[in-house]
């Protein structure tokens, strides 16, 4: 794939999305779709309060429009098996965070879907995505990174490739709590496999979607950074996490992504031992989970975390594509 198709694809996905955010957030604020705070957060999280919400739908139209663009005008791209399953978890996945942020909206609450109706939604979308996949013969080894072993999961791919796609998208909402954070940690996930497919050949459509997914984050980062225009709200979170462990799986690097993905595993693991040792103990190991905000009632600035975050990100991406392709 040209160097030049790349830098187009990003460019076309970037602009795309600072042209229409514009549009987007005075619309939005207009229908009052803003952001609800939840009572027990930070306090200084308080005059988010009504900043509008739901901006993953303009990232979520930035990719479908760059990489349908892109797929029809390049020649060695097609709309392909792989092309339609990444805009189909991209969509499906978005829809189910729509419904949660609209909720919200709605009742001006924190709460939007219950875990159990959000839970159904996401694993619905895995059983036809492995459907789909297994139809056509999908390879179902997973490699070890960094060594030459697989793991052979058969049929239990099904519980695999399920436990991604839910796992990840629910780890990147988790991550979505400060101004750019996971707009700029779920970029540099998303350029990471992007340099490991292009390294390797992959199939161009994959690509592309991956190229354009960076382009319309970055774009999304210049109204979302501190102190953000905009909020991507689980319509964007659940999307992007979910489409990250589908680039994972087809380009058969699905382990690899607990190592680029580090910012969000660490997130997750952060809440998970929050949970376990309150309810056994009593006691809390950290001021408050997720991780982010531990460090800001310990006193960080939200710019300060924020920035560290994406710079562990960067060598969690780095030490990722080094294993991978050096080792």
Not at 99 to 104: Q, S
Not at 288 to 308: A, I, R
Request: glycine share 10%.
């Amino acid at each position: 794939m040209p160097q030049l198709t790349i830098l187009l694809t990003i460019a076309i996905a970037f602009l795309f999305a600072v042209l229409i955010s514009p549009i987007l957030i005075p619309f939005l604020k207009l229908l009052k779709f803003g952001q609800s705070i939840r009572e027990e957060g930070p306090e200084s999280h308080k005059v988010k309060s009504g900043t509008p919400t739901m901006g993953g739908v303009m990232i979520i139209f930035a990719i479908i429009f760059t990489t349908v663009f892109a797929v029809w005008n390049y020649e060695h791209a097609h709309f392909s098996e792989e092309f339609f399953i990444l805009l189909f978890v991209l969509i499906g996945y978005g829809l189910i965070g729509f419904l949660d942020d609209l909720i919200k909206i709605l009742k001006k609450r924190n709460l939007g879907l219950t875990s159990k109706q959000k839970m159904f939604g996401q694993i619905v979308i895995a059983v036809i995505v492995y459907i789909i996949l297994h139809n056509n013969g999908f390879d179902t080894a997973v490699t070890i990174p960094g060594t030459d072993f697989s793991i052979h999961f058969g049929i239990f791919y099904s519980i695999f490739l399920l436990l991604m796609l839910v796992g990840s998208s629910n780890a990147v909402n988790l991550t979505d709590g400060l101004d750019g954070l996971v707009a700029g940690t779920a970029s540099i996930a998303f350029a990471a496999f992007a340099i490991i497919g292009f390294y390797y050949g992959a199939p161009a459509e994959i690509l592309i979607f991956t190229f354009a997914v960076v382009g319309a984050l970055l774009g999304f980062l210049v109204f979302n950074s501190h102190p953000a225009k905009v909020f991507m709200g689980d319509t964007g979170s659940l999307a992007l996490g979910a489409s990250l462990a589908m680039v994972a799986i087809l380009l058969k690097l699905e382990l690899l992504l607990i190592i680029i993905g580090g910012v969000f595993v660490i997130e997750t693991l952060s809440v998970i031992i929050q949970v376990i040792s309150f309810k056994s103990t009593g006691k809390r190991v950290f001021k408050m989970s997720p991780l982010h905000h531990h460090y800001e009632l310990s006193g960080w600035s939200e710019w300060k975390v924020v920035v560290t975050f994406w710079l562990v990100g960067a060598i969690c991406a780095i030490i990722g594509v080094y294993i991978e392709v050096w080792i």
